[in-house]
Structures are given as structure tokens and as C-alpha cells.
């Protein structure tokens, strides 16, 4: 396995989905309570997501009550399954992530592959700037594609600098989890690079629970409220983990 990225195998991340302020702050503080590995900040939820000025307000509170955990800023987009009215343009995007970077609020940030070459290589520049990790995501909301497809999107990541990659894709059948399991297996042994991959939905849900046996380092949890289909709430998640490492004879790292 590549070398662990967010200090513990697997790791259990809660998302933040408020829409305004005070329930991002309300949401945040529950969250801590459940005490997460990781929290990561859907701001493609927030209403003033294009205001840098607002989201610097409201990261630098979110970053007083993580009492420390490390956070991931992610604003997803309406292709893959995000929760924006509109699509941010690239000059958008640029000077939000400028800013949040600049703020030192967050330890991750979370970038599409979907962005042409030169536009990740100019959030690249930007995260190592200021020591942010890069995780670099694809998210296919329709089908569960195979081996070759997901190995070329890590790939991708890898060669475009990433610190993570990540793929979440959609089962249709237990056949489709299946063989996600098994591709993961393989690509997590060829690739010298961190993973997140999850099976989205009812049907992928074992993927949550199990999928850092399979090369996984990280797992999103409900904390609160749900940011992708599929997703189980911490304490359930914990103790299935709990329960599988024992029973393997291993502790999470």
C-alpha cells in the first residue's frame, strides 16, 4: 500500500453540507463530536460559494471548531453530482482556491479530473505553495466502468502530481461492486499513490465498510447529512471496522 495519507487506515470522513452560516458552524461542531478522522466541506452547498471573501469567513470558524482535525475543501460540480446553481467559471475557481489555500484553514483540497492539464497543473502549483495536499477526483454517477477505465484515471492523477486520487462510481449490479473490489485490488498494488475509491449507492455500500482491505484509505460517513448516495452513518461505520479488523488481527494504523 502507498504510504497513508491521513495518518490512519481506514480513515473516517464526515462532510459538512450546510447552506448558510450557522448551520455549517451548528453542523460542524455535531460532527466533531462523533470525532471523525477527517471532515470534508462541501462548498458547492454553501449560498455564498462565490463570495471568497464569506467562505474565508466561514472556513476560518469551521477551522476553530475542527479543534484540529484536518479538513477537505471540495466544491464539486453540478456534473459530478455537486450542488451548484451554476458552474464556477476557471477564474472563479482560481481565485477561490487562491484564497483558501492563502488561508492555510485546510490540509486538503479537493480538484477534478475533469480539468484540462493545464488547469490542474495550476492548482497543483497553487497547493504547493502553500503545503496543501492535492486530491485529484472523478466521479461517474451513472455505471461502473472497468479495471482499465479507473487505472487511467489514478494514472492521471499520479502523473499530474496529486497527492490522493480518488474514484467513486455508480453499481448496478452486485457483479458491478464485484468487480470494482477486485480492480481496486489490482490498481492499488500497481500504483505508488494514496486511493479513495468507493461504489456509490444501496448496492455499493459494502465499499464503505470494507473497501481499505482492498486499498482504501479513506471512507465518507454520515455525520450529519449525506453528501453522496450510499453513505453510512459514522457509528455504524466505526464498528463494522472495529469488528473486521479484529477479526483479521490488525489495528488501524
Known amino acids: 500500500m502507498a504510504k497513508l495519507a491521513f495518518g490512519k487506515n481506514p480513515a473516517v470522513c464526515a462532510p459538512i453540507t450546510g447552506r448558510v452560516r450557522d448551520e455549517i458552524i451548528q453542523e460542524c461542531i455535531s ?22 471573501a464569506q467562505l474565508i469567513h466561514v472556513l476560518t470558524q469551521l477551522r476553530e471548531v475542527a479543534s484540529g482535525m484536518p479538513i477537505i475543501f471540495t466544491i464539486r460540480s453540478i456534473a459530478e453530482g455537486g450542488s ?11 481565485e477561490i482556491y487562491t484564497a483558501v489555500c492563502a488561508s492555510r484553514a485546510v490540509q486538503f483540497l479537493d480538484y477534478e479530473l475533469a480539468h484540462s492539464d493545464e488547469e490542474i497543473a495550476q492548482i497543483r502549483s497553487l497547493t504547493q505553495q502553500y503545503s496543501v495536499q492535492l486530491i485529484l477526483s472523478c466521479h461517474n454517477f ?10 487511467e484515471k489514478f494514472v492521471r492523477a499520479l502523473t499530474a502530481g496529486a497527492d490522493i486520487g480518488k474514484v467513486a462510481v455508480m453499481p448496478n449490479t452486485l457483479e458491478d461492486v464485484l468487480h470494482f473490489l477486485k480492480a481496486l485490488l489490482i490498481i492499488e498494488q500497481k500504483i505508488d499513490l494514496p486511493l479513495i475509491a468507493i461504489s456509490m449507492g444501496p448496492l455499493g455500500a459494502i465499499s464503505r ?20 448516495p450510499g453513505q453510512i452513518p459514522i457509528e455504524d461505520v466505526r464498528k463494522v471496522i472495529e469488528i473486521a479488523q479484529k477479526a483479521h488481527g490488525l489495528q488501524r494504523e
Open 84 to 94: 451548484l446553481q451554476q458552474e464556477l467559471t476557471p477564474a472563479e475557481e482560481l
Open 31 to 52: 460532527i466533531v463530536a462523533k470525532r471523525p478522522d477527517v471532515i470534508e466541506w462541501r462548498a458547492d452547498f454553501f449560498e455564498g460559494v462565490r463570495q471568497p
Open 209 to 228: 465498510l470494507f473497501g481499505w482491505l482492498f486499498g482504501s484509505q479513506l471512507t465518507f460517513a454520515v455525520g450529519e447529512q449525506s453528501s453522496a
Open 142 to 151: 451513472h455505471e461502473t466502468p472497468g479495471e482499465s477505465w479507473m487505472q
